[in-house]
């Protein structure tokens, strides 16, 4: 490789480990132990990537003695295979980490089924009626929720699973456990039921949305929810008393929305920056209230954001496959990649030294940065 083509690379050329996928990736998720990443593509496949990196960069760093100038050499060596699966659906698989290294993900046949980091199904937790859209477990509570597109039914300790009672009006494909355990949110058409499931389950709240969740994510202590709406932007609840008001005026629906645990902060995608709201003072009746000025502002939309689990910084991909980070209230950004597939996933690892990134015309990458790159 000659001098101009190195100068030429870009951090992601450098850091990432990448590879492609026959069909658009829809989602992914690290083990609970961060030793591998599971990608679910469109096709109904799993994909899983070991992330344990054979060439790290900082073996690959070199400091000029003269000038004691930084450089990093470009890898040597192709990135070990994916282990894939056949098809598990007729679409994309709704997935969740499970045990240490493994994962669970919901098949066509209304089974979720444990899928091992080598990409074995060994057994089935939970078999229901119907396909199994949404799906999450709760390593705390051992317990883990399905729901068919109608129902919403609750497995603990792998015994049988028990349909959890509702509103009238149907879930829809988002289920999440709190922190702890205790309680589980279901989508709604147009709202959330929240359940208590530490002993027998029952339902302690219902909330009504202007349009359908299509994510939710608890606050690391689990006092807020947040959930991305198919249109009209982001709702967001306090678990404790009920109070609700959406977030609007987003150019785009908001796909995702994340959590900073450091900063106790909100963050959501659809917009032309990286929109964040502190909890210190949270956007009920003003979205301007508690705003973070993060990034800078653009003409291409954020498709989904990330927020790092120890670091006071945020990722953000594009629909042009543009992908940054940027520290919290800060205007800079580190350009990680400037253009590619459209980004359709972004996850920390819980180190916070990988994040993996999956995007629409079917890369799967794990970018390992060096140990020293964010002080």
């Given amino acids: 490789m000659n001098q101009h083509a190195i100068q030429n690379l870009t951090l992601f050329d450098l850091l990432a480990r990448s590879w492609h996928r ?6 992914l ?55 894939a699966t056949v098809a598990l659906g007729d679409g994309d698989v709704p997935l969740a ?30 078999k229901i009626d119907g396909p199994v859209v949404a799906i999450d477990h709760s390593a705390k509570a051992a317990a883990t929720a399905v729901s068919n597109g109608q129902d919403v039914f609750l497995s603990r300790n792998r015994d049988d699973a028990v349909r959890l009672r509702h509103g009238a009006t149907q879930p829809t494909e988002a289920l999440a456990f709190s922190p702890d355990g205790r309680r589980l949110a279901g989508g709604r058409d147009n709202g959330l039921s929240i359940w208590a499931i530490d002993g027998d389950a029952t339902p302690i709240r219902e909330v009504s949305f202007s349009a359908r969740p299509v994510s939710i994510r608890w606050s690391g202590d689990g006092t807020w929810l947040a959930c991305g709406l198919e249109a009209g932007g982001f709702a967001l609840v306090s678990v404790a008393d009920g109070r609700t008001d959406i977030v609007a005026g987003f150019p785009s629906p908001v796909r995702t929305v994340c959590w900073s ?94 994040l993996a990134v999956g995007a629409v015309d079917g890369t799967a990458a794990i970018v390992t940065f060096p140990a020293q790159m964010f002080k």
């Avoid at 980490?97 to 939970?126: C, I, K, M, P, Q």
């Avoid at 800060?330 to 980004?343: D, F, I, K, N, T």
């Fill in 261 to 354: 645990l450091p900063d106790n902060a909100l963050f959501a995608s659809g917009a032309f920056r990286i929109a964040g709201w502190s909890m210190n003072a949270p956007p009920l009746g003003d979205k301007k209230s508690g705003a973070l000025e993060t990034g800078r502002t653009g003409l291409v939309l954020i498709e989904t954001v990330a927020a790092h689990p120890e670091k006071k910084l945020i990722a953000a991909g594009y629909a042009n496959g543009r992908i940054s980070i940027a520290q919290i209230g800060a205007s800079g950004e580190l350009l990680v990649r400037p253009l590619g597939g459209a980004v359709t996933a972004l996850a920390w690892s819980g180190d916070g030294r990988h």
């Fill in 29 to 83: 998720c690290f083990s609970i132990d961060g030793s591998a990443v599971a990608f679910t593509c469109v096709d109904g496949t799993v994909a899983i990537a070991a992330v344990a990196d054979q060439e790290p960069p900082e073996s690959r760093i070199r400091v000029s003695g003269d000038l004691g100038q930084t450089t990093i050499r470009p890898r040597e060596k192709p990135p070990a295979p994916l282990i």
């Fill in 97 to 126: 980490s499970y045990l240490r290294s493994d994962f669970l993900v919901g098949t066509a046949g209304g089974e979720a089924v444990h899928l091992t980091a080598g990409g074995d199904v060994v057994e089935t937790l939970v």
């Fill in 22 to 27: 026959a069909s658009a990736i829809a989602d």
